[in-house]
């Protein structure tokens, strides 16, 4: 045996501060996070993430599943970006089978992952306003995502868990309603997305809330892997939209949205713009949209090749990588999911120190994390 | 026209013909007591269902429509619910103080509703201090937060108390320095004889800017000294769970509940009381016609109307604002309210001085 | 005096940026049209579930009581949760040989995740999803349900009878 | 054929290289002992500067366990993979890369829960998902549970 073993202490507290556990339950972890926090009053010193309550084991399922059954897991990781989350999937897939998708398919598939980064991004913000204690957020959030939930429902069936998207192309066409519906959505959500800043962005109370907390700098979000929104809230541009495109997005012009502070405001005013620019992309994407093939011809059962392969998609929380190893049988012998929440979480440390107890719950909202994905 | 001290007065000669005068005395105190408590409990029922049905409207929502015609059951079927729920108790509480801290709040809200003037005629008493006896009974209230969040033993309840301990004692000053404006006013801190005083119009009419800019500061204070959000840092649902009352369920949570409710309706029936003239009919000297009509609504009507304008906007502003943090919720007391504040009394003793008012 | 004005000017901009807040919510407050809560139980005859919506997997039976499973097992072999069980047996056909044939096809609800893949890999498009969104039920032993109905028999089979 | 700057910067330290050519970029194979000093090398050489570790991942193949790191240089925008394998499979140990990305921390803790690989100089070495009384480590092929793990 190598290496040599270190004794090392770790201090949990000290003399004057005391240690609160907020979660699992706590309304404003979203989901069964813990987080154990030394406070000295009312000030954070160190906050210690405990994750685990929801580990499914999905890494472990993945290696008994096909390809195919493996989508419907992908869903239940980060379940609000389930098609992004999916169409990973299903493009490492088609890369190691090397099978060129339908044009349509691959348009459909980024106009789905656009609608679920504005619904995303809009269940954020409901929840957000929630956690700053501006509780009429919630419902003004869940009423406009109301209508995308519509969307996917009239055409994959479900609101939440699409398993829309599989390797090869689609589940099934879209339903016809797909693009009037989709374009009544843009017109609404225009007039209604200057309200979200009427009611929160610009208040006064909101801004001084959230401008200078939770700095993250550049470096910082770098060197721990901070990818997505929070991100490039800190100037990080991550946007594999932009640096890799995948599916439709070489077909469009994408503006990365950029913001250089680093704090919560600009988290938020970043998600609020990729809203923007998130129906600005559908709306190119439609006219683009042509006529048929939803799917490419597939075998009945998939073997990839044996090696490694790799894919990232940019879903609506960061960079999502799969790792998938194959050797040749119909499940994959290693499947690894990058998740953007593992690495956004464990920055909360080092945001929030020194910070109060209500920056602490801005902070973890403003980063938008989604347990299940860290977990998995 | 409506003068209840008609009505008390024939009670009080009926039961002198009747009874001897230690048991008139027992008698009117005893009916005094049941009305008044009565109407705290359907007081406190209307605004937990008005909040409801108010924060629902804004939130596109129907709200409470199953119990009863339009939900109005709702509150009595959720009170219900509560009295019959079991009474968790912490183990290493500090058992009598954690038993205590309820009865406190729920008795502080309920001392200071007596002094107020429903109507003419209508108060239980008219004490010649009154405004300074609201002022410090209402501070009582903070005594049983305080003792509910350090008997729980439990560090959200201590922490939740700690805040509200710190909100209160400040903002308690800018109350009673916006109060001050209109003692000034008057010379009077009898509520029936600020009243009457706001028979040619009211103060906040009469006494334009500086009243204008006290009355808002008193709409802010106490709105943060009842922890009503976006001062609600002392429960804070999404940061300490729900502060001082985390330990608290059945009848004592319910208690917590109702005196937050209540106090939200004293804030709201003193600022209306002592700003917008109370009981007080609107009236605009000159136009004796307006007058005559205004005097028709009964006054009953006038104060109630005016305390439920003032709970609505109370309860938008709970809908509408995140929540201060707490360094903010204290620099907005002490850098903003209490400096205007305090340039805003010199302001209006210059005013009274000189009588620039109407 | 110029720090006196921006403390002013700080205070009316505050001030403004909560009125506007403000304005919003009374604005939906006092506008009732906006209101998006439907009554459920009430509407239960309105309310109509998209063609699409994955309720609960059901298998299609014509008047003459027949529908069109086959017993492949496709299904119990693409389902991720095994919520698909399928019993066959050995059946005579009009030609005297023996078939294996579709007996009880088991349907545990509540381990289905409605990923939709038997019904797309179903290549006698024996089963389909319904609508029905209503799944809650007194007593697990429900969720388990046999989807062919009793005495149900093979189109194929109805049509050489 | 022309090298990559990352070619040079591992050659330059490991000559002797197996490099794994797959549909992904290009995959190094680097001893255990070595793997820090590599990606040492890979984040401080200035023509690389693989500043970000993207992921970390632990692998178990054809019986054999290993770690998989993605490195990501932000400024050049290069990808590079690097796989560790190890030949024992009872106490599998290598050095934290913690020290160089920060990142690190939780992603090894994470691999030493679920494949009980030990780092060494890690700051804190704990399981991160199971109960710290979990006997086993799940992700390994190896691993059985006759009761929650059923075989369809």
């Known amino acids: ?376 | 026209m409506y003068d209840f001290s008609q009505l008390t007065q024939a009670i009080h000669l009926f039961l002198v013909q009747h009874l001897n005068s230690s048991s008139v005395a027992i008698v009117e105190l005893v009916l005094v007591g049941l009305l008044f408590l009565t109407m705290y409990a359907i007081l406190g029922l209307t605004l937990v269902y008005m909040e409801r049905k108010v924060c629902a409207f804004i939130q596109n929502r129907l709200g409470p429509n199953r119990v009863g015609p339009l939900g109005l059951l709702q509150t009595v079927a959720d009170l219900i619910k509560l009295l019959f729920k079991e009474l968790l108790m912490v183990k290493k509480a500090d058992k009598f103080l954690f038993n205590l801290a309820p009865f406190i709040v729920v008795i502080a809200s309920m001392m200071t509703i007596g002094a107020l003037p429903f109507a003419k005629g209508f108060q239980a008493i008219d004490l010649n201090i009154g405004l300074f006896y609201i002022i410090s009974i209402t501070s009582l209230g903070v005594l049983g937060i305080l003792l509910a969040g350090w008997s729980s033993n439990s560090k959200y309840s201590l922490l939740g108390a700690l805040r509200s301990g710190a909100q209160i004692i400040s903002y308690e000053l800018s109350v009673s320095l916006s109060l001050l404006s209109i003692i000034m006013f008057t010379g009077s801190m009898q509520l029936s004889v600020i009243v009457e005083s706001q028979a040619n119009g009211w103060w906040i009419f009469k006494g334009h800017i500086p009243v204008f800019i006290s009355f808002l500061i008193f709409l802010i204070a106490s709105t943060a000294e009842t922890n009503r959000g976006p001062f609600d840092i002392a429960e804070a649902e999404s940061e300490l769970t729900a502060g001082f009352h985390t330990e608290y369920s059945g009848i004592k949570f319910a208690f917590f509940f109702l005196a937050e409710y209540m106090n939200m309706f004293l804030s709201a029936a003193l600022a209306a009381t002592v700003f917008l003239g109370g009981w007080m009919p609107f009236h605009v000297s000159g136009f004796e016609g307006l007058n005559q009509v205004m005097d028709f609504i009964p006054p009953i009507v006038w104060f109630f109307g005016k305390t439920f304008t003032l709970i609505y906007v109370i309860m938008l502003f709970k809908w509408t604002f995140p929540r201060l943090r707490v360094d903010q919720l204290l620099t907005l007391e002490w850098k903003y309210l209490l400096p205007i504040n305090l340039v805003n009394t010199i302001v209006i003793a210059f005013v009274v001085v000189m009588g620039w008012y109407f | 005096m110029n720090g006196l004005l921006n403390y002013l000017k700080e205070i009316g901009a505050g001030i403004k940026t909560l009125l506007t807040g403000m304005r919003v919510t009374s604005g939906y407050f006092f506008s009732p049209k906006e209101i998006v809560t439907q009554k459920y139980p009430e509407n239960r005859d309105t309310l109509k579930m998209f063609d699409r919506f994955k309720g609960e997997l059901e298998m299609p039976h014509t008047a003459e009581n027949t529908h069109t499973c086959t017993g492949c097992g496709i299904c119990e072999n693409v389902c991720p949760n095994g919520s698909i069980q399928i019993l066959t047996h050995k059946k005579e056909n009009e030609e005297g040989k023996l078939v294996k044939q579709l007996h009880t096809h088991i349907y545990h609800l509540s381990m289905c995740t409605f990923c939709g893949l038997c019904v797309k890999n179903c290549p006698s498009d024996a089963i389909v999803f319904n609508q029905s969104f209503e799944h809650a039920v007194f007593d697990r032993q429900k969720l388990t349900k046999v989807l062919n109905k009793p005495g149900s028999i093979l189109k194929k089979e109805a049509k050489g009878l | 054929m022309e090298l990559s700057s990352t070619e040079i910067v591992i050659r330059g330290i490991l000559p002797q290289l197996t490099d794994q050519k797959a549909w992904i970029s290009t995959e190094w194979m680097i001893p255990a002992d070595s793997a820090l000093l590599v990606m040492t090398a890979l984040r401080n050489n200035p023509t690389t500067q693989y500043n970000m570790l993207v992921c970390e991942l632990g692998v178990d193949i054809d019986s054999k366990l290993g770690i998989v790191y993605h490195l990501r240089s932000t400024v050049y925008q290069l990808d590079c993979f690097l796989r560790v394998v190890f030949e024992e499979r009872n106490n599998p140990t290598i050095d934290s890369v913690t020290e160089l990305w920060a990142g690190a921390e939780f992603m090894e803790r994470e691999i030493f829960d679920l494949y009980g690989i030990q780092f060494t100089n890690h700051p804190n070495l704990k399981r991160l998902f199971l109960e710290d009384d979990f006997v086993g480590f799940p992700l390994r092929k190896d691993f059985a549970d006759s009761i929650n793990m059923i075989q369809l």
């Not at chain 1, 270190?6 to 004057?16: A, F, G, T, Y």
């Open chain 1, 1 to 376: 045996m190598t290496g040599k073993v270190n004794k090392r202490e770790i201090l949990v507290e000290q003399n004057d501060e005391y240690i609160i556990n907020m979660g699992p339950q706590h309304p404003s972890t979203h989901g069964v996070l813990r987080f154990e926090l030394s406070l000295k009053g009312e000030t954070v010193q160190r906050v210690v993430p405990h994750c685990g309550y929801i580990h499914r084991g999905i890494e472990k399922m993945c290696e008994a599943n096909t390809y195919r059954q493996i989508i419907h897991l992908t869903d239940r990781m980060d379940y609000l970006s389930a098609h992004m989350n999916n169409e990973a999937l299903s493009l490492c897939v088609e890369k190691a089978l090397e099978i060129e998708i339908p044009q349509r398919a691959k348009i459909i598939r980024t106009i789905l992952a656009e609608l679920s980064r504005i619904g995303s991004h809009q269940l954020w913000w409901a929840a957000f306003g929630m956690d700053m204690g501006a509780l009429t957020t919630f419902f003004y959030g869940m009423r406009d995502r109301e209508m995308i939930l519509d969307i996917f429902e009239e055409t994959c069936g479900s609101r939440l868990l699409h398993s829309y998207i599989c390797p090869g192309g689609l589940m099934h066409d879209v339903h016809p309603d797909f693009v009037p519906r989709i374009k009544e959505f843009i017109t609404y959500f225009r007039n209604k997305l200057p309200e979200y800043d009427r009611l929160l962005s610009g208040n006064v109370i909101f801004t001084t809330r959230s401008k200078g907390i939770g700095k993250l700098s550049y470096e910082q979000a770098i060197n721990y892997g901070v990818t997505g929104p929070s991100g490039r809230g800190s100037g990080f541009s991550c946007d594999v939209r932009i640096h890799q495109p995948y599916s439709a997005y070489d077909l469009v012009e994408v503006n990365e949205q950029l913001r250089t502070e680093g704090d919560v405001y600009s988290r938020y005013m970043l998600r609020i713009d990729e809203m923007w620019e998130s129906m600005r992309i559908i709306e190119q994407l439609i006219e683009l949209l042509p006529e048929d093939g939803f799917t490419a011809k597939m075998k009945p059962v998939l073997k990839l090749p044996a090696g490694s392969y790799y894919q990232r998609v940019e879903t609506a929380r960061g960079e999502l990588g799969i790792y998938l190893i194959s050797d040749n049988e119909k499940s994959p012998a290693r499947l690894k999911f990058r998740s953007p929440n593992f690495s956004n979480l464990f920055v909360m440390d080092l945001l929030s120190k020194g910070h109060k107890i209500a920056d602490l719950v801005a902070i973890s909202g403003s980063l938008d994390l989604v347990i299940p994905d860290i977990d998995r």
